[in-house]
């Protein structure tokens, strides 16, 4: 089976498992949430991002950076990459056991 095939197959198994409030934020942001974000870097090294149900952006994971999908997405350049090698530019909620490192992304 293709990697791709596996994560279908990981993904929709992990759907199947989940009930469907888990798949939303808990809550939406107020305008009190958003002015109490601290801002971000105004650097060439900052690639801003906002984490899934955060309501503050910050700087994209780096080069070696604990990816999940709590996590802020990987730099523009890179992909998540799982220890079992598959690569993945975003982690969805409904995959809670994903969890990689920032790595540059290998075609």
Avoid at 40 to 56: D, G, L, N, V, Y
Wanted: hydrophobic fraction near 35%; proline fraction near 8%.
């Amino acid at each position: 089976m293709s990697s791709k095939g596996l994560i279908l197959v990981l993904v929709v198994t992990s759907i199947s498992f989940l009930p469907v409030a888990s798949l939303f934020c808990p809550r939406k942001c107020s305008i009190h949430d958003i002015l109490a974000c601290r801002p971000i870097p105004k650097h060439e090294e900052c690639f801003p991002t906002q984490p899934f149900c955060s309501c503050c952006k910050t700087c994209s994971g780096q080069m070696g950076s604990i990816c999940n999908y709590k996590s802020p997405r990987c730099r523009p350049n890179m992909v998540c990459q799982h220890i079992n090698g598959i690569q993945s530019k975003v982690i969805y909620r409904w995959v809670p056991w994903f969890t990689g490192r920032c790595q540059v992304m290998v075609d």
